[in-house]
Structure formats: C-alpha cells, structure tokens
C-alpha cells in the first residue's frame, strides 16, 4: 500500500501521552498517530456523507409523518408530545 508523509503539530501533554502509549504497546508513535488519524478521518466522512445524504433527502420532500417519528421516538423511551 502506497503511504504519504503528514507532520501535525500536538501539544506537549498529547506528545507525551503518545510517547507513553508508544511505549507500552510495542508500537511507534508514526502508527498509533496513523491509526488515530485513520479512525477519526473514517468517522468523520461517514458523518459528512449521510448528512449529504440527509440533505439530498429533505430536498427532494423525504421525510417521515408525524406518526412514524413518534413511534421511532417511543422506541428510545422519549415522549414524542
């Protein structure tokens, strides 16, 4: 797999848990750095895309009745009223 450079800037408090984590996991600082920033990157994009999603939704006038969102309410245990 192709890989590319990134440089961040952390704050000392951060780097030095990142030195710690490092440490008591066998792994560099360059993986669990990359690992984070993976995670954090595929959380965010899945969120932008269904927004979109969302979004494309309401414009094209898909949205649920009053009745369904009462009933998907209730499953939560909130009080749609």
Request: hydrophobic share 35%.
């Amino acid at each position: 797999m192709k890989t590319a450079t990134v440089s961040a800037r952390v704050t000392l408090d951060v780097d030095d848990k990142l030195t710690r984590l490092s440490e008591s996991t066998h792994r560099s600082k360059s993986y669990l750095a990359a690992q984070a920033i993976k995670a954090f990157v595929s959380d965010q994009y899945w969120q932008i895309e269904a927004i979109k999603e969302g979004i494309k939704e309401a414009d094209e006038g898909k949205f649920v009745t009053e009745k369904q969102m009462k009933k998907s309410l209730k499953k939560w245990g909130i009080d749609g009223n």
